[in-house]
């Protein structure tokens, strides 16, 4: 091992720190350029800073995505955390429309006049601050328990599909 050696490390951990990002953009507008055959491509990345051979693969790239969209595939491959993610969104999308559906259907029963059980609806029937809250009980409509289903029976059926 000679002197030079960790100089030269240093010099490559240095480099590899400090290398340049390039945005989509950026690589577009290169790619561009080198297309456009004003320039050698050998002066063109020697401008940029770049090697030829990453100039190339986005080159490549550049052109099977247009090859693709023009073709009408637009699906991507998607990440398995993309993935995960979007399954934990479709559940709790899933469980706000269940949600929505029951108390739409509670709030139905109680507008027609067949009343539902006071766990069901407790703002409507326990602080009778809603009129249809106080109309039914008025109206002697009866109010049976068990018709229905309760909140978490479906629940239990819209998270089985």
Known sequence: MTSKDPAEKVVRD??????????????IRIVLEGLRGEESIAALCRREGISEGLYYSWSKEFLEAGKKRLSGDTQRQATSSEVTDLRRETQSLKELVAELSLENRLLKKACSGLGTTTYEIPSIRETRDHPIGRAIPSAGAPNPGDIGHSKHHILQVVRSL
């Open 14 to 27: 240095i480099r590899r720190k400090t290398r340049r990002k390039y945005s989509s953009d950026e690589k």
